[in-house]
């Protein structure tokens, strides 16, 4: 079955250490994206990526990278930088750039704790 | 920015009764999706709506594009213990194609 695979589901990280969280898909899905969640709050977006070897700063990029060297993949590390990077982390893909004409689908989240 | 107001933040309710939640905003949308999301997964598209006045239902789920292109709402009847979850509208502006917003989300638990 396709769909997308985020790993770990849950990660603790110490502060001032780099982390990279997994976002991988078999849907052949062109578009591919990376949200933080809140308590609370709704989806704010952090970085997407149109197509391979692309990817634009979304609402709230500051301490956060990414790279797009797959379609499949698109991992996203968490830097030093981000001031409060404890958050639950969604990775999402769409068909092509248009996510709401053929909807987004989920990963099933990384929640990430800094101890 | 652009924002949208999801109402109530949350809700109570008991097995088998309807339930109703809304989305608003003060920007005109061209496209509403409703996602429901379990505790520690990812959201799930529930409904899609792409034009104003639109009802579309999708089996005890009813949603409805407002005609002002500024709302949306979503019907539940007969709500069942696993309704229980997240509720999230989300928007796509007429300004920006690829520019999507969400709603903080309504928080529904459903008591047996």
């Known amino acids: 079955d396709g769909g997308i695979t985020q790993s770990p589901k849950y990660l603790f990280r110490k502060e001032g250490q780099n982390v990279t969280l997994s976002c991988e898909q078999n849907?052949?899905?062109?578009?591919m994206y990376w949200y933080r969640q809140d308590p609370g709050q709704g989806l704010r977006l952090i970085y997407y990526s149109q197509i391979v070897n692309d990817f634009q700063k979304g609402d709230i990029a500051e301490g956060y990278s990414v790279s797009r060297e797959k379609k499949e993949s698109f991992p996203l590390t968490v830097t030093s930088a981000q001031k409060n990077p404890t958050a639950f982390y969604l990775c999402?893909?769409?068909?092509?750039?248009?996510?709401?004409?053929?909807?987004?689908?989920f990963g099933s989240g990384t929640r990430l704790t800094v101890v | 920015g652009q924002q949208l107001n999801q109402s109530p933040q949350s809700m109570f309710i008991q097995e088998g009764e309807d339930v109703s939640m809304n989305c608003t905003s003060s920007?005109?949308?061209?496209?509403w999706l409703w996602y429901k999301q379990d505790p520690g997964e990812g959201p799930v598209l529930l409904i899609a709506l792409y034009k104003a006045g639109e009802l579309t239902s999708n089996g005890r789920l009813t949603a409805q594009f407002g005609i002002t292109r500024k709302d949306s709402f979503l019907n539940i009847s007969a709500s069942i213990p696993s309704d229980v979850g997240i509720y999230f509208c989300a928007g796509q502006l007429t300004t920006s194609y690829d520019k999507v917003i969400f709603g903080p989300g309504t928080s529904l638990s459903v008591i047996p």
């Open positions: 999402a893909s769409s068909l092509d750039s248009r996510p709401l004409n053929y909807g987004y689908t």
């Open positions: 920007s005109i949308f061209n496209t």
């Open positions: 849907l052949n899905h062109d578009a």
